[in-house]
């Protein structure tokens, strides 16, 4: 193990990115939490002896971010104690105006951080090669990957060579990508022959291995429900062969829930589901939700939501995919006594909604809760 | 409830009063003025309103003024079945208590605060507040119509009637639901408080995330701009730098032609040498042709111009002659001018002789006529003077004639009348003195003279006798009065100058006849004289004409015009038409005295002077024409003769350039030079194509333009490439400080805020939504059930109201079940509208229509009129009256007055009478 060598590989740490899903607070402490993992990923390097980190894109949400946004990333940078390479990808492209010529990024950052500017190889720490394909522009004409190892010939011998690219491979954006896309069958084969020895992708936030020595680290911190393996930061070994090993830094999970609701039973589950989750404060839920309830649990379920809404980062009913209806039954409206005008009015209400009319299920629910707090 | 019993201790005025009322029926409470009526009705809501420790100023003021007692009030009524017995003191000795007795006679008993209580309880259990309210209708509100909706035993009525559930207990849902309402929308339907308040917070988010979403756009048009400009800008560089190689290929091309392009600019000045050499002499062989051309023509025109000048000479001697004829036949016209109009004069002078005369022969006629007429004016002038009698004469002549024959008269008839005849022959002398007549001095034989004595007649026969007659003093007076008259007559007639009165009378006469003659001579003599004294006219006429004799003798030989022969040796020349004039030229020997035919001659001798002027006018004609042309004809020899000696001059002027020219060069020289000139000039052209095709071959000409173009593009290129970078530089500043602003972070907080406040608003909107559903659907339901059940409400009033107004009695209830309007004989009215008795009568026939339908309800209750019917008139009362006690037949009605007649009328009542 004399002659290996171990470095972390991010990406998509996207700073400045807003959740409108989370309200004002979540946000904020969210926006902190992105923070907090890339603090933590200088941990993990000290931890694991690690030579530098790369970020292999997107490290800002945006080239015109606020000015807070880059000065928290510098603080946050400078709490990783090994160099640094960063890589400007799609969302802070090298374009004109970019954020990585700006006389704020330039003035703050911290000395141990290199940002890929070309496509020239260089040398990081001693031994060890870093060439980049930094995107200049937010829509590349062409495979944004090439220039990094077009013109490489096999790294020298006992230098190892690290590529550090951003974009979807041509096998997982399944075709439906606006922007070229990365050849993934020219990269393995730079792999093969010995031009790079690692390629660190970037742009996929899901932790993902494409070869054993093609990687996408995945963000570092989650984004959105939809992400399969989120917050994970790469340590990377390479010696005579290669290890890969996802360390987790993310403290945020983002959860989709589906349900079907019909009677108490099934709300109480969704209940105990809400009881079990961790770190409920740190956690985003967006529920999908089928069925139909009584008058009385459909009540029970708004306050249930509107509770854990409090308790938890944030909790959403998927519009897309909320369908619970209020089903009120002969024994509900009975139950309030209501007679004459008024169990007239809740009659028709009732017999709109069975005839589709969702307003009058609102309409309903609320005459109900009106009825059973005046009686 | 029914009441049965009222007991006031202390009471205000009242010291103790026990006041027992039947229980069903209709009954009048009579009393006077502050015997306590209203008390009772006081009374029993104190009682249960009020603990017996209360300190409400209700207590204080029921206390009698002045007495430190204690009021007290028990009531006894039926309350849901059960009967109570209620006593209750204030203020000292207080107590409460309460016996209830059930229905199967079971007997309950409280006192103090737990009676208080219970009694409470009942009441509220089983009365209905608002219904108590409207039945009791204290003094003063008699007028007031009541408002029931809420009354929950009319409400449970009205269903019972009407079939429609009424659920009493909805109200509160009522009110719930039109305050959950209310929190969205205003009473009209417009959003109101946070929902509106949403509505405006997304507008303006909506906003800010656009204008975010602009700057947002802006930057990335910047960037792509940006973008382009440094793709255009690596474009024109690589453009750039291959044109400024081309550039450096032309300059090392042009450098090895320029060699070529140096000989061929030698050669071509050599030719341009000969070429100007070349064209000196042939300008020299020009002039020479130009001089020997000029030296030909020069003499040409020279000999032409001399003989034109003598044409011309000829021409102008002619001419002066023609106008010397001219001149000379004018002179002779002139010169028979002058003849003619002599004789014009002469004719015109004998003319003017013969006038003369005339006028002058008719003058002297004139001048003895006017003599003729003077000598007659001078004799009807002495004729005239002679006569001294006028008509004024003669008028005093008859009056003085008159006058003596009156006083004759008189004279007579006073007067004796003496006639005396001489019958002898004695002779009879008479004398007398004033006696009138002649008396004859003596009488012949038989002559009788009758006499009239005023004075003294005496008559005697000489010698005989004698008789004096005297007339008496009358006599003398009549008398002296003929006296007088016959000296007037006298004195007149010598002042006329006549005999008597007829001779005056013909004397007037015939100065008549003279004074007219005057007139008649005198107006002859005017006529004559009118255009002056004739003999002056006649001594000019005279003088004019001299010596008659003499002027008769020149006037017979006027002028004669005679032949002129020089005239016609003049006009020979001239072949006029006038010439005839001459030939019949005759002058007639005028007539002595013959004035028409002077006058003729005058007019033939005018003729022929017009006829020579116009001669005259032609003759000048002609000379002005000659002496014009002779005019022109001498300029045209004078210019002809100027220009012969001008050729003349210039003929010589070109024969010695010609000269000279030879002198220098002769003409065979000239020519020779010039063919050795084009010789040369063709040999340097030939030289100058071989190089030309030398500089054709090696594209010489075409490098220098080559370079210049490429310079020229390169120039292009180097300032495209500057404004590029010029543009490029200010759109990367521009990106630099939106990079500062942080315009994404600001668009993503933007749509954060925006999503944000739009969640918060579709949350209130589907709330609002949802309460106004219900809000209408609820209100819709009620306003439908209200319909309904106010109709057996409606049918009662209308019942009992028919009994006083008659079947076209209608009314018509709003929403709380009031009664809105009332329809009679058609004509419906709002309440408001009626009369203060209408009015009263409604309300107490809607109270009684409220009592009926309640009545078979445990929930009833007692009908109390604190004095009522106030309003209304007799008729009406009796009305009233009738219903009220029918009303009876239902329940406990109370009627409290102080005035029972009005309600005497109301059949079954029960009066009860309380005393001061």
Known sequence: MEDSITFLHSSDWQLGMMRRFLGPDGQARWGQGRLDAVARIGAVATESNAAFVVVTGDVFEHNQVERQTILRACEALKRIPVPVVLLPGNHDALEPGSLWTSSQWQAHAPAHVTVVTDTAPFEVVPGVEIVG??????????????????????????????????????????????????????????????????????????????????????????????????????????????????????????????????????????????????????????????????????????????????????????????????????????????????????????????????????????????????? | MRLHALTLRNFRGVAERTVRLPSIGTTVVVGDNEVGKSSLVEAFGLIFDLPDDSKSTRIRDIQPVGQDVAPEVTAELTLGGRELIYTKRWLKNRSTELTVVESDGRRTSWTGREAHNEAERLFHEHVDPVLWQTLMVSQGQSLVLPTPADAEPLITAVTAESGTPVDGASMPLVSAVEHEYLRYWTRGGRATGDFARSEKTVTAAELTAAQALKAMEEVQQDIRRAERLTLDLADVDSRLSDQLTAVEEVRERKQATDEILLRRDSVRSRAETARARLENHTRTRVERERLLDEVERFTKTDAELTERRADADVVAKAAAETVQAAEAALADVIELKDLRRSDVQDAERRVSELVDRAELERLLDQQTELADVRARIAAAGTILDRIKVDDATVAALEDARAAVVEARAALAVGVPEVV???????????????????????????????????????????????????????????????????????????????????????LLRKADTATAELH?????????????????????????????????????????????????????????????????????????????????????????????????????????????????????????????????????????????????????????????????????????????????????????????????????????????????????????????????????????????????????????????????????????????????????????????????????????????????????????????????????????????????????????????????????????????????????????????DRYEYVPKATFIKLDG
């Open chain 1, 133 to 375: 394909a930094p995107w200049r522009s937010r829509r590349p004409l062409s495979d944004p990957a090439a220039p990094g190892y077009a013109d490489l010939q096999p790294a020298p011998a006992g230098t190892t060579r690290i590529l550090l690219v951003h974009g979807q491979l041509t096998s997982l954006s399944g075709g439906m990508s606006d922007v070229p896309t990365i050849d993934q069958t020219a990269l393995e084969a730079a792999v093969t022959d010995g031009r790079v020895h690692y390629v660190g992708l970037g742009d996929r936030h899901s932790t993902t291995r494409v070869t054993d020595r093609i990687w996408f680290s995945g963000t570092q911190e989650v984004t959105t429900p939809e992400e399969t393996d989120p917050g994970n930061v790469l340590k990377v070994t390479i010696g005579s062969g290669i290890t890969v090993e996802p360390v987790r830094v993310g403290a945020w999970h983002m959860v989709d829930h589906k349900v079907e609701l019909y009677d108490e039973e099934s709300l109480t589950a969704l209940e105990d589901w809400f009881a079990e989750l961790p770190d409920k404060e740190r956690t985003y839920v967006r529920l999908a939700g089928d069925g139909s309830l009584p008058l009385p649990l459909l009540s029970r379920l708004d306050a249930l939501i509107d509770a854990q809404g409090e308790v938890f980062a944030s909790v959403e009913r998927w519009t897309k995919f909320w369908t619970v209806r209020p089903a009120p039954d002969a024994a509900d409206l009975d139950a309030l006594q209501l007679s004459g005008p008024a169990r007239a009015a809740m009659e028709e209400l009732r017999q709109a909604l069975a005839g589709g009319d969702e307003a009058a299920g609102a309409a309903l629910s609320l005459m109900h809760r009106l009825a059973r707090d005046a009686g």
């Open chain 2, 420 to 506: 005396v005849r001489r019958l002898g022959a004695e002779p009879v002398e008479l004398s007398a003195s004033g006696v009138d007549g002649r008396v004859p001095a003596e009488l012949g034989f038989d002559e009788t003279a009758e006499l009239l004595v005023s004075g003294e007649l005496v008559v005697g026969v000489p010698g005989q006798v004698e008789v004096v007659v005297r007339a008496g003093g009358e006599a003398a007076t009549l008398r002296s009065r003929v006296d007088d008259a016959v000296r007037v007559e006298k004195e007149l007639l010598k002042k006329a100058g006549v005999k008597d009165v007829a001779a005056a009378r013909e």
């Open chain 2, 520 to 900: 008649e001579a005198r107006r002859t003599e005017r006529s004559l004289t009118a255009n002056g004294d004739p003999g002056e006219r006649i001594a000019v006429l005279t003088a004019r004409l001299g010596d008659p004799e003499e002027t008769e003798e020149s006037g017979g030989k006027p002028a004669a015009v005679e032949g002129v022969p020089g005239q016609m040796s003049l006009f020979e020349e001239f072949a006029s038409p006038l010439d005839t004039l001459f030939d019949d030229f005759e002058v007639p020997e005028p007539e002595q005295g013959d004035l028409a035919g002077a006058q003729r001659l005058l007019d033939q001798a005018r003729a022929e002077l017009a006829a020579v002027e116009r001669m005259l006018t032609d003759a000048e004609f002609a000379v002005a024409q000659s002496r014009k042309a002779a005019e022109e004809d001498r300029s045209e020899a004078q210019q002809a003769r100027a220009r012969a000696e001008l050729a003349g001059e210039r003929l010589a002027a070109a024969l010695e350039t010609l000269e000279t020219a030879r002198g220098l060069l002769d003409d065979d020289a000239v020519s020779s030079a010039e063919s050795e000139a084009t010789a040369e000039v063709e040999a340097v052209l030939a030289e100058l194509t071989g190089v030309q095709a030398q500089v054709d071959a090696a594209g010489a000409d075409q490098v220098a333009g080559e370079l210049a173009d490429a310079l020229a593009v390169a120039g292009r290129l180097q300032s495209e490439r500057d404004g590029l970078r010029d543009a490029l530089r200010t759109t990367e500043g521009r990106l630099e400080q939106s990079g500062r602003d942080g315009l994404a972070t600001r668009r993503d907080l933007a749509d954060l805020e925006l999503a944000a406040v739009r969640a918060e608003h579709e949350r209130l909107q589907r709330r609002a939504e949802a309460a106004r559903r219900v809000y209408e659907t609820l209100g819709r339901h009620r306003a439908e059930a209200q319909t309904k059940y106010s109709e057996p409400l409606q049918s009662r009033i209308e019942a009992l109201g028919r009994g006083v107004y008659g079947p076209s009695f209608r009314v018509r209830l709003d929403d709380d079940l009031a009664v809105a309007e009332r329809e009679l004989d058609g004509v419906r009215l709002p309440v408001e509208a009626l009369s203060t008795g209408a009015q009263e009568q409604l309300a107490i026939i809607t109270r009684l229509a409220i009592s009926h339908l309640v009545s078979t309800g445990d929930g009833s209750v007692p009908v109390i009129f604190d004095d009522a019917l106030g309003w209304s008139d007799k008729a009406r009362l009796r009305d009233m009256g009738a219903l009220l006690g029918r009303a009876g037949d239902h329940g406990q009605i109370i009627i409290l007055t102080c005035m029972p």
